[in-house]
Nanobody, 118 residues
Framework: QVQLVESGGGLVQPGGSLRLSCAAS????????MRWYRQAPGKVRELVAH????????NYADSVKGRFTISRDNAKNTVYLQMSNLKPEDTAVYFC???????????WGQGTQVTVSS
């Protein structure tokens, strides 16, 4: 059974930091690119960060460049999103996604809420 379980969300003040984790099971984690998406109320889900299978390539949305860092540990089947200098506009539900381009397989986690507010 495929599972992606996010954790690490919560309430943080502007300028603060959080680290999200996504633990994967039920599939071969190391051959999937991993992504973090987010969805704020009333808005479409947007891609925040992407990391290739072995971490050699990362990409970020312009809105988070220089503040967020995506990483992965294939030995632990886990992907991370380190978020720093958080802003109120970062408030959203953050979702973990596993994607394999060669066959189009696509798995989602249930999401974790991040709220940035004073």
């Amino acid at each position: 059974q495929v599972q992606l379980v996010e954790s690490g969300g919560g309430l943080v003040q502007p300028g603060g930091s959080l680290r999200l984790s996504c633990a994967a099971s039920g599939f071969t984690f190391s051959i999937y690119a991993m992504r973090w998406y987010r969805q704020a109320p009333g808005k479409v889900r947007e891609l925040v960060a992407h990391i290739s299978t072995y971490g050699g390539t990362t990409n970020y949305a312009d809105s988070v460049k220089g503040r967020f860092t995506i990483s992965r540990d294939n030995a632990k089947n886990t992907v991370y999103l380190q978020m720093s200098n958080l802003k109120p506009e970062d408030t959203a539900v953050y979702f973990c996604n596993a994607f394999r381009a060669v066959n189009g397989y696509n798995y989602w986690g249930q999401g974790t809420q991040v709220t940035v507010s004073s």
